[in-house]
């Protein structure tokens, strides 16, 4: 496995991680610091995305025809802007921190464009 292919693995495996421990803090511990659902449901969304493409991450990182695309990088950015704006942005909600939706408000969804286009350059890699 080339060393960067590796790092791409330690990165999917890092998300898989974290995507449990702050899924089950989703389930657990932020119920009791909110009843707002909407809160809980990003929570959960984030936390959904950033397991699924761990593994994502792990899968294409170690298959020979993909270690060369750019799936591995858009992925793995993608779905930190994308889980970790969302995550900001429910703990900015809990704190009271005023204009945090200005500035992390724009991520979620540029992540997510990383994300489609990582998906996308499976789909056209040879």
């Known amino acids: ?3 960067l292919s590796a790092s791409f693995t330690k990165i999917g495996a890092l998300y898989g991680a974290a995507g449990v421990m702050l ?9 009791t ?3 707002e659902a909407k809160l809980i ?16 991450l792990v899968a ?7 270690t060369r695309s750019y799936a591995p990088p858009l992925i ?3 779905t930190a802007m994308f889980s970790g704006s969302i995550y900001g942005l429910v ?3 809990l704190r009271g921190v005023e204009g945090a939706g200005q500035v992390l408000g724009p991520i979620t969804p540029l ?3 990383l994300i489609i286009a990582g998906w996308v350059s499976l789909l056209l890699a040879p």
């Open 91 to 93: 703990m900015a909600r």
């Open 76 to 78: 793995a950015l993608g």
């Open 60 to 66: 294409i990182s170690t298959h020979p025809r993909f």
């Open 41 to 56: 449901k990003n929570w959960e969304t984030a936390s959904h995305y950033l397991l699924a493409h761990g593994i994502a």
């Open 111 to 113: 992540g997510g464009t």
């Open 1 to 3: 496995m080339a060393p």
């Open 33 to 35: 610091r909110t009843t």
């Open 23 to 31: 899924g089950a803090f989703g389930a657990h511990g932020l119920q």
